[in-house]
């Protein structure tokens, strides 16, 4: 069983959606927990360090055999509650990150939400630096867009953000520092590759 531990209920079809393509016979157990990311936003994620280590123990004494956190925001404390619940956690981003710096040297991350872009940047240099490369990463926002999320505006959500990917010119590769946006990677806003987290992260998780 792989556990997922979400801040959104949003996140719960998608996933299931993408086991069904990628792995049907895996079970998975989900794990919503908005509070952590209004909390995260307030005072940061190191904040709720302890409350996420709690949810990565219960899911551990439930028979999970990994966690996947599909919250970019508190994915650093998500890993690091690993080593005392005794099985892996893995950030949903975290092998996005490793393709786009396989990709090429120039990255842009775009977001919806502002608290995201310094953990998804510091992801992106800890893969350059693992795989020995040297890159250069951009930030932009999608100014307004978490608003229309919170406002369960989901179609308007993504028609903003698919408004700020379609102005970045100046990138090798661009990634989605939010898992709701991965539909925009089929979209063809931009002609520059673009890399979303979810069915990255969910085979990798799988693969633990």
């Not at 069983?1 to 299931?16: G, K, N, R, Y």
């Not at 040297?105 to 919806?112: G, P, S, W, Y």
């Not at 795989?131 to 229309?148: F, H, Q």
Request: charged share 20%.
């Amino acid at each position: 069983m792989l556990a997922l531990l979400h801040t959104s209920q949003v996140h719960v079809p998608t996933f299931d959606r993408l086991r069904n393509e990628e792995a049907p016979t895996v079970t998975l157990y989900h794990i919503v927990a908005g509070h952590l990311l209004d909390e995260a936003r307030r005072h940061g994620a190191p904040s709720v360090a302890d409350q996420v280590a709690r949810e990565v123990e219960r899911a551990a004494e439930a028979g999970a055999r990994a966690v996947l956190c599909t919250c970019s925001t508190i994915g650093e404390v998500a890993e690091a509650a690993a080593a005392q619940a005794g099985i892996p956690v893995l950030r949903v981003d975290r092998p996005m990150a490793a393709a786009a710096v396989a990709a090429g040297t120039r990255i842009t991350v775009l977001a919806a939400l502002a608290a995201t872009l310094a953990p998804t940047t510091e992801l992106i240099e800890q893969e350059a630096a693992r795989a020995g490369r040297t890159v250069s990463v951009s930030t932009r926002i999608a100014v307004g867009a978490w608003e229309l999320f919170e406002a369960d505006d989901f179609d308007g959500y993504l028609d903003l953000v698919a408004e700020a990917l379609a102005e970045i010119t100046d990138a090798d590769v661009i990634v989605l520092a939010q898992a709701s946006m991965a539909p925009l990677a089929k979209r063809g806003a931009t002609a520059i590759p673009v890399l979303a987290s979810p069915r990255l992260g969910l085979r990798a998780a799988i693969a633990l």
